[in-house]
Nanobody
Framework: QIHLVESGGGLVQPGGSLRLSCAASGIIVSSNSMGWYRQAPGKERELVATMSRRGTEVYVDPVKGRFTISRDNAKNTVYLQMNSLKPEDTAVYYC??????????WGQGTQVTVSS
């Protein structure tokens, strides 16, 4: 079975930082496309960042220069380093894996709240 478990969310003040983790089991993160998505209250889930199997990183414009996606192959974990956080970054953040056969797997999400 494939499981993705996110952690690292919490309450942070504007301008602060958080690092989210996505621990994978049942798949190898370096062999699949991995991504971070977020869903704010009353809004649809949206893409934040992705990393391809080859390590190519893609970011949406609102987070460019502030967020960084990375992976630790030894720990089979994907990370999202979030700096200069803004209130509009408040959302539930989800990890997603897309396999070579285009099957999608999601984690349960972790809440990020940016507020003073």
């Amino acid at each position: 079975q494939i499981h993705l478990v996110e952690s690292g969310g919490g309450l942070v003040q504007p301008g602060g930082s958080l690092r989210l983790s996505c621990a994978a089991s049942g798949i190898i993160v370096s062999s699949n496309s991995m991504g971070w998505y977020r869903q704010a209250p009353g809004k649809e889930r949206e893409l934040v960042a992705t990393m391809s199997r080859r390590g190519t990183e893609v970011y949406v414009d609102p987070v460019k220069g502030r967020f960084t996606i990375s992976r630790d192959n030894a720990k089979n974990t994907v990370y999202l380093q979030m700096n200069s956080l803004k209130p509009e970054d408040t959302a539930v953040y989800y990890c997603k894996a897309v396999t070579a056969s285009l099957d999608n797997y999601w984690g349960q999400g972790t809440q990020v709240t940016v507020s003073s």
